[in-house]
């Protein structure tokens, strides 16, 4: 490991030994790579540019001929695209801060070993509302993408099959197309909290090729429901943070293996009765912050952990603790006079249940 970070370098040094496998250069001035300087490196596995002046011109070049590159850093640098000098044996690459806008498959088509590919915070979308679809198809093998805090206005669009962990928080996506895979999708993990998307917005089709879809973050958008046409196969649910007012009997019925359940800071007011009962395998469920005026009923039988603070509820029905063991139930900040309270409310609380109402 060659350590030469926080140096105040305005070039890479010369005299780093030609074995060395991990070279360290964040937090320097460094503004250009010397021409063929990089390939000389055989061993090289992991280069770490973060922190530089890295521009679009000065680094053209510059990865061409480097033979054993496994993960490349070059974060908060001022680059506008992704160099198409990349090695082929490349299997992470994070270029999160810069100035990136535009995208094409000629950067790719020589990675086709990539497994991470890392572009948050950059300017993706804003000449073009979105990527141009099939540009990461070259990408056969890559597992993780992060978009996170662009300005893009859709999801891409034939995106790799292999894709298990999509990241996309902080765009301005309103709404989610059925294309964007075609054919079976390996995706587990989707993040698309703190974007636009509506009711609409999530059609039947959205999610119809991710048939292995775990966990689903809808965090912070404008949804007014709980969507109809989810994934069997989910098991985190988030839609804390949205416009969501009534919780319908068949609201849940698509998925019967959720295991992780938020919909604190909502607007909720009623729940069915039955709603969350057909989610056998519960096992935390957040309905914090919402205008809920009593406990729901009939809460899964499973049902580890429930928060219900900062409401307005002010009735606990008789029926409203009777599931499972060890539970912990979060009543705090709510209407509830103690001095009321049904006396049979909690007749089914034993062992080590707790109700917190302070």
Known sequence: VVQCSDKNLGKIPYGIPY???????????????????????????????????????????????????????????????????????????????????????AAFVRCPNMLILSLSNNSLGNKSSTIPPGVLLPLGKLRTLTLSYNHLASVPLQLPLSLRELYLRGNRIQRLQGDMFWGAAELQVLDLSANRLTDKGLGKAALLNASRLESLNLEGNLLKQVPLYLPSSIKTLNLEGNFISTIGKDAFISMPQ???????????????????????????????????????????????????????IRVIPRDAFCWGRGNEVHLEYNMIDLGHLDTLAFRCLRGFQVVHFY
């Not at 300087?37 to 002046?53: A, K, P």
């Not at 070059?74 to 810069?98: F, H, K, M």
């Open 19 to 105: 074995n060395s496998r991990y070279i360290l250069l964040m937090n320097n001035h460094i503004d250009s790579i010397q021409l063929k300087l990089l390939s000389e490196y055989d061993s090289m596995e992991f280069l770490v540019l973060s922190n530089n002046l890295l521009t679009d011109e000065t680094i053209e070049g510059a990865f061409e001929g480097i033979k054993s590159l496994k993960r490349l850093y070059a974060e908060r640098n001022l680059l506008q695209s992704i160099p198409n000098d990349l090695p082929v044996t490349l299997e992470e690459l994070r270029l999160d801060g810069n100035q990136v806008s535009v995208m094409s498959d």
């Open 258 to 312: 959720l295991e992780h359940l938020g919909l604190a800071r909502n607007k909720i007011t009623k729940v069915a009765l039955g709603a969350f009962r057909v989610l056998l395998l519960l096992h935390q469920l957040d309905m914090s912050h919402n205008a809920l005026q009593q406990v729901p009923r009939q809460l899964p039988l499973w049902l580890h952990s429930a928060t219900f603070s900062h409401n307005k």
